[in-house]
């Protein structure tokens, strides 16, 4: 019913980007060949995530129901639910944020709107992320600058300096 291309869209073109990358598992392997007490390289990668499917749904019945009463029109029904399923979608950032204290990853940046952030950390801390129910997938580091340019972000409008 709701018109959501532009995540898909990109979401589409880092699936791609991911399913070459991760053939090698370049991005996440242990480059000193190491053992569990050793050091391990830090690698960045780009980390996706979903609001709640819970609240999507509860949101897309919502608006549905408003439709259908009359009181939003097609229109108003489409952008009511991209601003609001984009604050979920914020929401979802958020609390993602606050897991990293658990974890050693850290958020270098990220562009809300998709609810993607360029990450950086232990590869084996990294993975560990794909267990937090926000997280939908992990993808190549470029795919962040992929969401940049769709996005037509700058710093200033989308894109959040990390906090820590």
Do not use: K, W, Y
Request: aromatic letters at 4%; a negative charge.
């Amino acid at each position: 019913m709701f018109d959501d291309t532009g995540r898909r869209r990109f979401l589409q073109l880092a699936g791609t980007g991911t399913a070459a990358s991760m053939a090698g598992c370049s991005a996440l392997s242990n480059h000193n060949g190491g053992a569990g007490g050793e050091e391990t390289e830090s690698a960045t990668v780009t980390l996706a995530v979903q609001p709640d499917q819970q609240s999507l749904q509860e949101l897309q019945s919502e608006i549905q129901s408003q439709v259908q009463s009359g009181e939003l029109d097609r229109m108003q029904a489409q952008r009511e639910f991209q601003q609001r399923r984009a604050e979920l979608t914020r929401n979802a950032v958020d609390e993602f944020r606050n897991r990293t204290g658990n974890v050693s990853v850290s958020v270098d940046d990220t562009v809300s709107q998709f609810g993607v952030m360029r990450v950086s950390g232990d590869p084996a801390a990294l993975i560990e992320t794909l267990s937090f129910e926000e997280v939908s997938g992990l993808f190549p580091a470029s795919a962040f600058e992929q969401a940049q340019a769709q996005a037509g972000t700058s710093t200033a409008s989308g894109t959040e300096t990390p906090t820590g």
